[in-house]
């Protein structure tokens, strides 16, 4: 548990300050006390395993997809089975594991990156947590209750309308939308002000890991794109619940406002997928080649570049609806042009590579995996940002092709590539080498014997979203070879369960910085206690641990009998006031269900908004209920 | 593990109550596609005395979102509206009401529009197939009222069903 | 480290073979493929799309090859330094590689640049069709899940209305003009053009030609329900002659029973709930919920050309449509043997 004095220098108190350290943050104990958590480590790894069995959900929901498409005119699923499918298929993938992920990473890994002990807002944090898990729930509910999703995970209306989708489905789905949307904007915002105030002294923003800037690039965006997706969720559920007339064309509506709104959500959100994927891989680049990266200035600028072109992209999604051709060819300039920024930073990690001392580890292969595939899903990206060409392409299975490249190559292989890395640090074991690369090669091979022959199916004319096709398309070999594909995947995910395992048990014992990392969090003991560091480090370069271990410096003077960390300045991270952070508590538990029993309850009666805000509304007062004073700080 | 119990059981209850409304049964069954004589006899008066029990006959569409939905479609398609409007009548009266002429209820409603009504509602047995009644005579009563809210189609712009639209309306009779 | 490398190669070299051979094996069989094309806007595309692919390809192939060299040592071009004390290289070789970088990112410019006008300039000239002389304008309407087609004329009494198979005259310019019953559809015959979007409430266009006479497959590409899978179109080019004998042939009501079976199967039409939903010419059936039937004996397909149109197949459909086409709107009708076969030999008699 004092590990980190192997990284950073000895001090006297150590074993007392430890002392006080482990009961200040201690976890209480109990059901109760399971439900009160507030640690970031706790609350992260209950997104990451949240998210990793959405995850599983969202891969069997694709292998009986491909299983159906396996042949022609196949009866394996009904219509109706198979358009629920793939509309939850992607739902889950999109809103319940990659964004929430994402977020749990992040959750996990940027206050120990910074150099602090929890994130700024612990019960916020904690807060995000149950309505994520309510949402995953609600959703799953209506899966198993025959009202799973079946429009689409973008539910056009008037299809998602009340008069082509009957029943609850679409409501339960656009509900799910308004949990999981309310749990990224808590984590958005408490990791903006953790990594804008609560940084290491001597960690300037030029001195920021790039995972750290990766990180508030993405939970920027959430913060403008999100509103976007409540908006549009909330004029569908409000059409199909109280008779508004928002984008219902039958009573004056517009379906294309919904298109609009949706996809200004939906590129930005993809992006925020992918961005911290770019921040890991820089992470496991600079770590793996053992060298500085190349263009710090660069990396950062096109990541910031990434996040507000984003925003300028979305009605590459609407092409096909009959837009004026100037304003459409705008399109086509922007998203093309957000290659540039991915190419810069694709350019910076081969210089890296090439320059550095590259060890082959499992996180590493990855990394190439990475730049196979993303590179590749770019370019398809770049081709489906060609109005002609995407005019053709649009809605078949070339752009399941595309997206699928682009998510799975730059978001899912550097999250493996993450977990091979961070798996140390999170379970202080190392993972097995040998089953990593053979879990890699499956994964890969899999992917694009899966994903490579739906390019060539676009192009013969296949659509998306078809539960069968005829004979005489000659679209049956591709379409077996994909399902072939499928299943490999699936060997390669369980490969990847077995290694997790088996790692916990029998892994090598890690160590504090098995890899001779440089940031902050390989300072930690492995797995980091609740308070992380003993000692609050304090940094002078941009890659801390690589300086030379008398040069290294620490904070002293916080107190470690109450939960206290260090603010910083925005810019320089110059120290500026001590702040308390709260302990446990069980009232974002109880404000998450009030606030779930109004969302849930307006689903099936527009009343229980008001109920909802009512209770909502007095959880919240007895959350922030003034607790008395403490003794003054100094002492 | 007694809550554990207890909830599994609470999730079944309602699993159960879930189903009907999100029932899509896309297939008729060959019996439905017949079409009955009669379902309900307008007269309890009958020569003999009173005779045994008679079946009732239940719609089995009832608070299926799926079937009541279609019964909108059908509604407009088989140019129902022509007479009734949507539920506010014109040439024949409306839909939406206290006091049916030959009664409200589902049977009630299969007969009428089976055998048709004088002064002017058209016998449409051997014409409508059964289950496609049946899914109609579902819409009439969501319109009504008659139907779980959850499950009933979309709102029309015309006429709002709200419980304040129906006079005198008694609460709490469906079937 | 060296066998890793080789394995490395080996396997991105097998994979890229499996691609290539799987590119090539599928090129083959042209229906409904954007990469056949038969008119001058998918001709002008298909141009495009292999600009595209081969100096894009060209580019990954670069990138991959750059990226698997790192793995090897003699490949660096830069002295080895000591790294493992500093993590850093020397200031002239990161300068070095920040210069190429910027090569590289102004390549990745000028390149962008050339493809984005490439494309806005394909786009304009495809869209200098509707400036050519003498369209034809035909009105799309989109349906859960069949297409309904309207010729437009000047004159009333000329407009063709007719479902699910469009004939074209080869040369001539069509104008598509979309809209929606229900939903969105997309209207999408690749051989010929790319797509359109049909929305409600919205009118849309879309303009195609085809070059030379043939039997062009399109698909609804929007998801629009249940039966999105089973909504393809056939597109008919054929001469300016023949086009116009079908015009008129098509414009014809229907033709009367010739014989009693006929005149049996047309009483069978008229007696069930088809003449709510379907019209036939000619007849008292003018229902307008579903496909026009006055010519359903001269079309290649049933519902949508889910099926062709034989009498077995028609049969079959009429029993049960649900066995077919699962969730679509036509009704299920009970009807016997004596009634269905006389009724089949009539819809099919309706050339």
């Known amino acids: 548990m004092t590990a980190s004095q192997d990284i950073y220098p ?97 959750i996990y890994l940027v206050p ?77 915002s408490e990791l903006i002000v953790t990594i804008s105030k609560m940084r290491a ?50 009573e004056g509506g517009d379906p294309l406002l919904y298109q609009h709104i949706f996809w200004f959500f939906g590129h930005p959100e993809v992006y925020i997928i992918f961005i911290p994927a770019l921040g890991f891989v820089s992470a496991i680049v600079v770590a793996h080649a053992r060298r500085e990266i190349v263009g710090y200035t660069a990396m950062v600028l096109s990541q910031i570049a990434n996040g507000f072109i984003a925003f300028g992209l979305w009605v590459h999604h609407m092409f096909a609806t009959d837009l004026p051709q100037i304003g459409a060819a705008y399109f086509t300039a922007s998203s093309m042009m957000i290659a540039i920024t991915s190419g810069v930073q694709i350019f910076c990690w081969i210089a890296t590579l090439w320059s550095g001392r590259p060890r082959l580890t499992t996180a590493l292969h990855f990394v190439y995996g990475f730049i196979a595939i993303f590179v590749l899903g770019g370019l398809s990206g770049v081709v489906l940002a060609s109005i002609p060409l995407d005019l053709q392409v649009h809605d078949t299975f070339f752009v399941v092709a595309h997206f699928h490249y682009v998510l799975i190559g730059g978001a899912v292989f550097p999250l493996f590539g993450a977990f091979y890395h961070w798996f140390p640090k999170m379970t202080g074991r190392m993972m097995n080498e040998r089953l990593g690369r053979l879990n890699f090669w499956v994964l890969f091979i899999g992917f694009n014997l899966t994903f490579f022959p739906m390019h060539i199916l676009g192009l013969k004319g296949m659509p998306r979203r078809v539960y069968t096709y005829s004979p005489e398309m000659g679209w049956d070999q591709l379409n077996f070879l994909a399902t072939v594909g499928a299943w490999v995947i699936a060997v390669g995910g369980l490969l990847f369960i077995a290694n997790v395992l088996w790692s916990r048990k029998k892994g090598a014992i890690a160590g504090n910085n098995p890899w001779d990392a440089d940031s902050l969090e390989w300072a930690a003991a492995s797995p980091p206690p609740n308070y992380n560091f003993e000692y609050l480090p304090a940094v002078t370069s941009r890659y801390p641990l690589w300086v030379p271990g008398a040069d290294r410096t620490f904070v002293t003077g916080t107190r470690s009998d109450r939960r206290e960390v260090l603010v910083t300045t925005l810019m320089d991270a110059e120290p500026h006031h001590r702040y308390i952070l709260p302990g446990p508590s069980i009232w974002p538990l109880v404000a998450g269900i009030c606030v779930s029993i109004g969302f849930v309850g307006s689903v099936f009666n527009a009343w229980y908004v008001t109920w909802g805000a009512i209770i909502s509304g007095l959880a919240l007062i007895a959350w922030f209920w003034p607790k008395r004073p403490l003794e003054p700080a100094d002492e | 593990m007694r809550t554990g119990a207890m909830g599994i059981c609470v999730m079944c209850l309602l699993l159960l109550a879930a189903c009907q409304r999100e029932k899509r049964d896309i297939r008729p069954s060959p019996t439905r596609l017949a079409i009955y004589g009669d379902a309900a006899k307008e007269d309890a008066l009958r020569p003999g005395g009173p005779i045994s029990p008679q079946p009732v006959v239940n719609n089995p569409y009832n608070g299926s979102a799926y079937d009541i939905s279609e019964g909108q479609r059908l509604f407009n ?76 189609a979309s709102r029309q712009d015309s006429i709002e069903t709200n419980p304040q639209n129906i006079v005198n309306r008694v609460r709490g009779k469906t079937k | 480290m060296k066998n890793n490398t080789r394995q490395i190669f080996s396997t991105f070299a097998g994979v890229l073979g499996v691609a290539c051979l799987s590119l090539l094996i599928s090129c083959a069989g042209h229906q409904q493929s954007a990469v056949d094309p038969a008119g001058p806007q998918s001709g002008r595309i298909d141009t495009l799309w292999w600009s595209f692919f081969w100096l894009l390809g060209a580019i990954f192939v670069i990138v991959m090859v750059l990226t698997l060299m790192t793995l090897g040592r003699r490949h660096r071009g830069f002295e080895q330094e000591p790294l493992e004390a500093t993590h850093k290289p020397s200031e002239e070789t990161d300068s070095r590689l920040r210069r190429i970088i910027a090569g590289a990112t102004v390549t990745t410019v000028v390149i962008l640049f050339v493809l984005i006008v490439a494309s806005v300039g394909t786009g304009k000239a495809n869209s200098e069709l509707q400036n050519k002389k003498n369209p034809l304008t035909i009105q799309v309407t989109g349906n859960q899940w069949w297409w309904q087609l309207e010729y437009m004329n000047s004159d009333p009494t000329k407009i063709l209305v007719t479902a699910n198979e469009m004939h074209i005259p080869v040369g001539r310019p069509v104008q598509i003009r979309g809209i929606s019953n229900d939903v969105i559809h997309s209207f999408w015959v690749p051989n010929l053009n790319g797509k359109r979007d049909l929305i409600p409430s919205h009118v849309t266009t879309q303009w195609m030609e085809a070059d030379h006479p043939g039997v062009f497959r399109g698909q609804c590409a929007e998801f629009c329900g249940l039966q999105h899978a089973h909504m393809a179109i056939w597109v008919i080019a054929e001469p300016e002659d023949k086009f116009d004998a079908w015009m008129r042939a098509q414009l014809q009501p229907a033709a009367g029973p010739s014989t009693p079976e006929l005149q049996r199967g047309r009483q069978v039409f008229m007696n069930n709930a088809c003449v709510y939903c379907h019209e036939i010419q000619g007849t008292t059936a003018a229902g307008q919920n579903g496909p026009d039937l006055t010519h359903f004996g001269s079309r290649r397909g049933i519902a949508a050309n889910t099926v062709p149109n034989t009498a077995g197949n028609l049969a079959g459909w009429i029993l049960d449509p649900q066995s077919l086409k699962p969730g679509n709107h036509m009704a299920t009708i009970a009807l016997n043997s004596t009634d269905l076969q006389p009724l089949v030999e009539y819809l099919e008699s309706l050339k």
């Open chain 1, 10 to 106: 000895q001090t006297p108190n150590l074993a007392h300050d430890v002392d006080q350290l482990e009961r200040s943050w201690r976890h209480p104990r109990g059901i109760f006390g399971w439900f009160s958590y507030t640690t970031h480590q706790a609350i992260g790894m209950r997104y990451i395993i949240t998210a990793f069995i959405m995850l599983l959900a969202g891969g069997v929901e694709a292998l009986l997809m491909r299983t159906q498409l396996m042949h022609a005119n196949n009866g394996f699923l009904s219509a109706d089975r198979y358009n629920e499918l793939f509309t939850t298929h992607g739902t889950t993938m999109m809103f319940l594991f990659a964004v929430p992920m994402m977020e749990g990473m992040a």
């Open chain 1, 112 to 188: 120990l990156m910074c150099g602090t002990r929890n994130v700024a807002f612990p019960r916020l944090n904690a807060f995000g947590y149950w309505i994520f898990v309510v949402g995953v729930l609600f959703l799953y509910w209506g899966v198993f209750t025959n009202a799973a999703p079946d429009m689409g995970w973008f539910a056009y209306p008037p299809l998602s309308g009340p008069q082509f989708t009957p029943g609850k489905r679409t409501d339960y789905w656009a509900q799910m939308i308004t949990f999981t949307e309310v749990s990224a904007l808590c984590v958005a």
């Open chain 1, 201 to 250: 002294p001597g960690m300037s923003l030029n001195r920021m890991p790039l995972y750290v800037w990766s990180i508030l690039t993405q939970s920027f965006m959430v913060i403008f794109a999100m509103p976007a997706i409540v908006l549009a969720s909330s004029y569908l559920l409000s059409d199909r619940t109280v008779a508004t007339h928002f984008v219902n064309p039958a």
């Open chain 2, 77 to 152: 398609w088989y140019n129902c509206s022509g007479c009734h409007a949507n539920g506010g009548g014109g040439i024949g009266p409306p839909l939406i009401k206290q006091h049916w002429t030959y009664g409200g209820e589902p049977a009630n409603l299969f007969d009428t529009i089976v055998k048709g009504r004088p002064n002017g509602m058209p016998a449409w047995g051997g014409r409508i197939p059964e289950y496609q009644v049946w899914q109609i005579i579902a819409f009439i009563r969501s319109m009504n009222g008659e139907q779980p809210r959850s499950a009933t």
